[in-house]
């Protein structure tokens, strides 16, 4: 079964420093990689996804991912955050089993950008 | 266009008693699905509806959870008799097309639910 991890359960930065949030996955087959951020009192939102083709995936707000297929890793990353970042973000992985294309979820990594 | 909705926002129930989620897919998508996020844990897949027969529901914790999917609208997910480990945060989830994978799956705000 597929697993992922994030090691870091909070990361917190002052406003325009850079961030980098952690996620493990464990499968060795081709798989498809998401991110998801959850805003206070929000659902959760597509943030980025890695299917094909470029390792390196940019969101419209600044973050990127890149997919690094050796260490099975797909770290997000932004150059300098603003307040506004501040939210929960969610490393998934595909998972094919049991007939249906579904998402295995991280733990979740809370941002708290700082002034 | 409506997103996915999702009634309570929040329930507090007493252990031993019934409660019933619900969620309103985005209108003419197929895929619906359901995941539960624990306090302090990931967030776990539940069950995937395509309309209204179930495709996958190995994620179903036991057999306390119904979920269903009448007309291939709208769903329920019925927990009956609540115990303390089911609180949590109820998600729900719809795409379009089958390989949700391919095309972007939506969620609502969640139902978070607590059991005392």
């Known amino acids: 079964a597929q697993s992922v991890t994030q090691l870091d359960s909070q990361v917190p930065v002052f406003e325009e420093a850079p961030v980098e949030l952690r996620c493990n996955y464990s499968?060795?087959?081709?798989?498809?990689l998401f991110w998801y951020v959850q805003y206070p009192n929000q659902g959760l939102q597509l943030l980025l996804k890695?299917?094909?083709?470029?390792?390196l995936v940019e969101s419209i707000n600044g973050f990127e991912a890149e997919f690094n297929k050796s260490q099975t890793s797909f770290h997000l990353r932004k150059p300098s955050v603003h307040i506004s970042d501040t939210a929960e973000y969610f490393c998934?992985?595909?998972?094919?089993?049991?007939?249906?294309?579904?998402?295995?979820f991280g733990k979740g990594t809370k941002l708290t950008v700082n002034p | 266009e409506a997103g996915v909705t999702q009634f309570p926002s929040h329930s507090v129930i007493e252990k031993g008693q019934t409660v019933t989620l619900r969620c309103d897919p985005i209108?003419?998508?197929?895929?619906l699905y359901w995941y539960r996020r624990v306090m302090g844990k990931e967030i776990k897949f539940l069950l995937h509806?395509?309309?209204?027969?179930?495709?996958?529901e190995s994620g179903m914790p036991n057999n306390r959870f119904l979920a269903e999917r009448t007309g291939g609208t709208y769903s329920t997910l019925k927990v009956q008799p609540a115990e303390l480990e089911d609180s949590g945060v109820y998600f729900c989830?719809?795409?379009?097309?089958?390989?949700?994978?391919?095309?972007?799956?939506?969620f609502g705000q969640g139902t978070r639910l607590t059991v005392v």
């Open positions: 989830a719809s795409s379009r097309d089958m390989g949700a994978l391919n095309t972007e799956a939506f």
């Open positions: 499968s060795s087959v081709s798989v498809y």
């Open positions: 890695y299917l094909s083709g470029s390792t």
């Open positions: 998934a992985v595909s998972d094919l089993e049991g007939g249906s294309e579904k998402l295995v």
């Open positions: 209108s003419g998508h197929d895929n």
């Open positions: 509806f395509v309309k209204e027969s179930k495709q996958d």
